[in-house]
């Protein structure tokens, strides 16, 4: 269902335009100043002009223009804000902001002067690189494990000079970088802060169309894109791409007015925001988590503590129903009794009689919580395995008949 602020209302929008800048507006709304002059437009909304905030602020008397009818609705979304990116001074300490802030300040050339090309990952890709084949971009390419550089042989000096530079930053900041095999992929990785970034050096490679497909040989094998034969040829441009997922960070540094070689430790200090944001998002998760059990085992306890009162409260119906009965029974056996006297019935103990006030008083006492129950045959029975042979075969007496009351008590209280 569509509820009014997720709609554009013309009448306050005008009277925010009129009050309050549009650069501070549109970032109340996380839009830039351009999104929300289209939106005034669309709407008919008069904006401010050139100089009205400043004659405002002069003291002048600068009054709005008025707001325009429109002859038909116009119904228009508001945008969904964007997230802020997560600040680096919410998850880094002191020394990691100062380390950043001052990797960003150096230039890129003194970087590059000092990578050692006689590094061993250096020395390797090099000779790797250097003596395989080209694939149809033509990009070099080889099964070895090496620093990932995906470039043209042309550019090959100049991308492992820029790798050898990034690598010394990285390693002189106390980090590390290796080249290691997973799922039979290689990937280069920097380690910083504990968190693993996997980067490489790419050249992009343009798609240029063929008017005169070329004729003989191996030169027949044209590639096509759309029904029209093309071919790749590498554009010299180079990017240094983080291949990991990441949010609202920079993870792609490509030659544009700079070239790499001159954004080499401020790329440097990328993945160490990087490191520290993705540090930060997991000890956010783990932080969640932790909370999300300590919820659980609450509730578990809860739990607990809610069967143990419904047992209790359940014991306490059973125990006084028992204790009801026993005295119920009890006031049975004491008028049984005078009903026996008043009879001339014989109530001692050895008579038939007698023994079953003995026998029903100790029932009343098997019954009562309040006292301690005597043993019963019914004990014994229970406590017998039915698995036992004189349980249902062999072995089983009959029981003994049902008690029953003499005559004259009988007929009494029939």
Known sequence: MVTDRQLWNRDELYGEVWSTPMKTLAQKYGISDVGLAKV??????????????????AGHDVKPLPLPILKEKVVLWKPTPRPEPPKLSDSATAPELAQVEQLEKVIGEVALKRGSLSHPLIDQARSLLGKCHADDRPILWTPEPCLDIRVSKANLDRALRITAGLISVIEDAGYSVSVETRDRKHQTLARIHGEEIQFGVVEKV????????PKGGLLERVLTFAGKPVTYEPSGKL????????????????????????????????????????????????????????IAQEHAQLEGLIKTEKSRVRALGQAAARWSRAHQ??????????????????????????????????????????????????????????????????????????????????????
Not at 50 to 55: D, P, Q, S, V
């Open 40 to 57: 005034c437009r669309k709407l008919a909304i008069p904006v401010p002009g050139r100089g009205h905030w400043a004659k405002k602020e």
């Open 206 to 213: 343009d798609r240029v169309e063929i008017t005169t497909p």
């Open 239 to 294: 990017s240094i791409i983080v291949w990991s997922a990441w949010g609202s960070d920079r993870k792609k540094w490509t030659d544009r007015k700079s070239r790499i070689e001159e954004q080499l430790c401020q790329i440097a200090a990328g993945f160490i925001r990087l490191a520290l944001a993705d540090r930060a998002e997991k000890e956010k998760r783990a932080a969640a988590e932790r909370e999300r059990q300590r």
């Open 329 to 414: 029974i009890r006031s049975f056996i004491s008028a049984a009794r005078d009903a026996a006297i008043q009879n001339g019935q014989s109530v001692e103990a050895g008579c038939p009689f007698g023994d079953w006030i003995t026998w029903a008083e100790r029932q009343a006492d098997r019954m009562d919580p309040l006292k301690e129950s005597p043993p019963s045959i019914i004990d014994r029975m229970a406590e017998r395995e039915p698995s036992s042979p004189s349980y249902y075969g062999y072995g089983y007496q009959k029981p003994d008949p049902p008690f029953r009351f003499p005559k004259p008590i009988w007929r009494m209280t029939r």
